[in-house]
């Protein structure tokens, strides 16, 4: 099994200052015959269910702002926030799908 | 509008066995994989299983594998995972979400707003 390790655990950040979540797959994600990084990123805010915001490590939802953005390949990703909005405290999972399905630990991300 | 509601929850003992239905509307389900996912309040999110959009491949986690069945019936817009043998460990708010159409099996858009299973004596 996969297992995706996530960091920080909980991070505070002043409203339009830059947010940065890590995470790590214990081993690569990267599928060499298409060259696609299979890693997704979700959003859960208090008392809601999860949402989709980055799949193939780096491709937005339909609907997702543009501040959200992820980069990385084969075992290091991350999820940036250009400018952290209100809105955007909540929970955020790393999962990968190059075998069964694995999320990460979260990542809490609030206001400073 | 997309909608996935689940039924079915509540409390049963150890060993005992629960089955989760999901109703899905505003899309064409036949057409989608479905998947189950699971989270202990407070806790982080667990996938469960899958389900081909036609029945007929599925998938488990492994802490579930032998105990669990994912079944669907297209024709009444339901999903469902019938749990056996069920262990105190399975207590968790339990999501069914749609597969996304280019990663169907893997990638998950629409989540339902998710059903608390309790298992304890």
């Known amino acids: 099994d996969i297992v995706m390790t996530q960091s920080p655990d909980s991070l505070a950040v002043s409203l339009g200052e830059r947010a940065t979540i890590n995470c790590k797959s214990s081993q690569s994600v990267l599928y060499s015959s298409n060259s696609k990084n299979y890693l997704a990123w979700y959003q859960q805010k208090p008392g809601q269910s999860p949402r989709l915001l980055i799949y193939w490590a780096s491709t937005r939802e339909s609907g997702v702002p543009d501040r959200f953005s992820g980069s990385g390949s084969g075992t290091d990703f991350t999820l940036t926030i250009s400018s952290l909005q209100a809105e955007d405290v909540a929970v955020y999972y790393c999962q990968q799908y190059y075998t069964n399905p694995s999320f990460g630990q979260g990542t809490k991300l609030e206001i400073k | 509008e997309v909608q996935l509601v689940e039924s079915g929850g509540g409390l049963v003992q150890p060993g005992g066995s629960l089955r989760l239905s999901c109703a899905a509307s505003?899309?064409?389900?036949?057409?989608?994989?479905m998947h189950w996912v699971r989270q202990v309040p407070g806790k982080g999110l667990v996938w469960v299983s899958r389900i081909s959009n036609d029945g007929r491949t599925t998938g488990y986690a492994d802490s579930v594998k032998g105990r669990f069945t994912i079944s669907r019936d297209n024709a009444k817009n339901t999903l469902y995972l019938q749990m056996n043998s069920l262990r105190v460990e399975d207590t968790a708010v339990y999501y069914c979400?749609?597969?996304?159409?280019?990663?169907?099996?893997?990638?998950?858009?629409?989540w339902g707003q998710g059903i608390l299973v309790t298992v304890s004596s």
């Open positions: 979400a749609r597969g996304i159409v280019i990663i169907p099996a893997g990638v998950v858009d629409y």
């Open positions: 505003g899309f064409t389900f036949s057409s989608y994989w």
